[in-house]
Nanobody, 116 residues
């Protein structure tokens, strides 16, 4: 059974850090490009960051560049999102996604709330 389970969300003050984790199971994790998305109330889901299969290359939304870092540990089947200097506008539900076409898996998400 394929599972992507996010954790690490919560309430944090503006300027603070938070680290999200996404544990994968049920598929060959190292073959999948992994990404983090987020969706705020009333807004469309947007790509935050992505990382290639070996972790060699990463990509970030302009709004998080220099503040967020995506990484992965293929031995642990886990992808991470280190979020620093958080802003109230980062408040959203954060989702993990794994893609190896045509397979496309999503987690249930974890809520991040940044207070001002």
């Amino acid at each position: 059974q394929v599972q992507l389970v996010e954790s690490g969300g919560g309430l944090v003050h503006a300027g603070g850090p938070l680290r999200l984790s996404c544990a994968a199971s049920g598929f060959t994790f190292s073959r999948y490009v992994m990404s983090w998305y987020r969706q705020a109330p009333g807004k469309e889901r947007e790509l935050v960051a992505s990382i290639t299969r070996t972790g060699t290359n990463t990509n970030y939304a302009d709004s998080v560049k220099g503040r967020f870092t995506i990484s992965r540990d293929n031995a642990k089947n886990t992808v991470y999102l280190q979020m620093n200097s958080l802003k109230p506008e980062d408040t959203a539900r954060y989702y993990c996604r794994g893609i190896n076409w045509p397979n496309d898996y999503w987690g249930q998400g974890t809520q991040v709330t940044v207070s001002s």
